[in-house]
């Protein structure tokens, strides 16, 4: 072997044994949170993630016994500000993945961490720490969906569908990031209220609250709440911490009903398939219009008439949650926070996370405007939900407009799928319900509620309000939803749903923000029975948009 060859060799065995830190690869290890959103911050005493490649050995290793050791197996971790340089003590490592605590005499601001593994150093990466920042454990693990709570006190059972907690009863929240600790944070805490201002909101309705440092786990806390007496029902009740009256954590759900059990949810008619499994199926026609007058240069109309469908089976698990179909009671709000472009079409965690797609053949829609036919035969991309086009038009253009989908009578006629039976429905579609105000709404203010009302429509509608905000550099994205009450004809949005929306930069094309109110007129909602389905409905959706900026 030449010399020059025995070289390259030691190289690149050299550099291969280096620790790889992925870019924007350091989270709160609870929210999963991107550190470029307003609660995305890394709290002092926190129990934080990085991922990369060659962090540590394949099979993992754990630290967990006091005192807690700032090297793991050859692994430690390092944060830098200037010259301040503190050392974060490791409690797992493997080759993808490290959870290390964030000293709590850590240096606020902006700051970077480095992973060094059996002596090789790897890149840095930027992290801000804060003092307070929020992240709430879930029960799969991604920082959305059924939270770690349990009814009771530390001991009782797990919240879940299948073990809703009733109202006034006390439940113990698992979470990290409340804030530094005066203590070392490789040893016991101390027990005891942590200085930090901590609120909980419970289906929007705040909750009394005692929070401190778990006395088992370094890093981890611990907030015991009492479930308000008011708070809504349902199986997906949306949970949110925030914390020094300003910083909002993650979103997830609990169960609540009037007395202990399995959940029920009579607003959801796919609930009980989420919960305790089978097969749902539901045909959606939708006629969307956004009204787009951020970063273009006249405003203008864009109106898409499509379906978009669903038809699956879903397996029981002890923690059932589909974020496309377990959705907040109404007169609530649920948000999400991802990495990711949700508007660019990159699909939420969780749809139909235990569950596989069924074949319903095709569809026929039949209305004013004749018959459009689409294919519901699972493809291979993403085969959960299928998308079919049926029109559009850009208002102001010199494009012809093909729009199909007009208030009227429609039928709904299926095939015989090789899962699904054939079935029909009729829906009546009247004219759309009217969003007040809409094109007058240009900048949404986090800090403030936000009112969408609107007119028209019959006290059977469902009406809803979607948001979204995206940092497209930042590759981040937050949506929300919140659910109008029967009958009402407004919704507000309260300012912890606003709050973790990224604000618009300079070049608002970077971050674009768009406002929907979606409505399902009673008429044009009817159940559908079928052989080879459990819940089934057909739908006709209307989708108001309005382009946005946050500040």
Not at 253 to 267: H, L, N, R
Not at 506 to 535: D, H, K, R
């Amino acid at each position: 072997m030449s010399r020059a060859l025995c070289a390259l060799l030691i190289f690149i065995v050299s550099a291969s044994a280096q620790p790889l830190l992925y870019y924007r690869g350091v989270t709160n290890a609870a929210s999963n949170m991107p550190q470029t959103l307003p609660g995305g911050g890394i709290a002092q005493g926190s129990i934080f993630s990085i991922t990369g490649s060659g962090l540590g050995p394949s099979g993992g290793i754990d630290q967990f016994i006091f005192p807690l050791n700032n090297s793991l197996n050859g692994v430690s971790v390092t944060v830098s500000r200037g010259a301040a340089s503190v050392s974060a003590y490791p409690i797992y490592a493997d080759s993808g993945l490290i959870y290390a605590i964030m000293p709590s005499n850590a240096p606020l601001g902006m700051a970077s961490v480095k992973v060094t593994r059996n002596g090789a150093e790897s890149n840095p990466l930027p992290v801000q720490i804060v003092s307070s920042s929020f992240g709430i454990f879930s029960m799969d693990g991604i920082g959305m969906g059924p939270g770690a709570l349990q009814n009771g006190a530390a001991a009782g059972p797990v919240n879940s569908p299948l073990a809703a907690a009733s109202p006034d009863q006390k439940v113990t929240l698992w979470g990290t990031g409340l804030g530094p600790i005066n203590a070392s944070d490789n040893t016991m805490p101390p027990a005891g209220n942590l200085s930090t201002e901590v609120e909980v909101f419970v289906g929007g309705q705040s909750a009394t609250v005692y929070h401190g440092r778990s006395s088992c786990c370094a890093g981890m806390d611990e907030i015991q709440f009492t479930v308000p007496a008011s708070a809504p029902l349902g199986c997906w009740v949306p949970v949110s911490v925030r914390t020094a009256g300003t910083t909002v954590s993650n979103f997830v759900t609990m169960a609540i009903q009037k007395s202990a059990g399995t959940c029920s949810d009579p607003a959801n008619p796919f609930s009980q398939v989420i919960v305790s499994g089978g097969s749902a199926g539901a045909f959606v026609a939708v006629r969307a219009t956004t009204h787009e007058d951020v970063g273009t240069s006249a405003p203008v109309d864009v109106d898409t008439d499509f379906q978009a469908s669903t038809f699956y089976s879903a397996t029981p698990t002890p923690f059932p949650f589909n974020s496309g179909m377990s959705l907040p009671p109404p007169g609530t709000c649920m948000e999400y926070t991802v990495s990711g472009d949700l508007l660019g079409g990159d699909p939420l965690p969780a749809l139909n996370p235990n569950g596989s797609a069924l074949n319903a053949g095709s569809i026929t829609l039949t209305g004013p405007n004749g018959s459009q036919a689409t294919s519901l035969t699972p493809p291979t991309v993403f085969p959960q939900f299928l998308l079919g086009y049926f029109g559009g038009s850009i208002g102001g253009s010199a494009i012809t407009g093909s729009l199909v989908l007009n208030p009227g009578a429609y039928k709904v006629s299926s095939s015989k799928g090789s899962n699904i039976a054939a079935f029909q429905a009729t829906l009546t579609v009247p004219s759309p319900i009217t969003w007040t105000g809409r094109d007058s709404l240009v900048t949404v203010t986090r800090s403030q509620p936000l009112t969408i009302s609107w007119t028209g429509g019959s006290a059977t509608d469902r009406v809803g309000v979607v948001g979204f905000g995206e940092d497209l550099p930042a590759n981040a994205s937050t949506m929300f939803v919140c659910l109008a009450s029967q009958g009402a004809t407004s919704i507000t949005v309260p300012p912890p749903i606003l709050a973790n929306l990224p604000a618009t930069r300079a070049n608002p094309l970077q971050s674009p923000g768009v406002i929907y109110l979606v409505s399902v007129p009673g008429s044009a909602a009817v159940a559908v029975e079928a052989s080879g389905l459990n819940a089934g409905a057909a739908l006709f959706t209307y989708i108001d948009g309005k382009t946005v900026t946050y500040q």
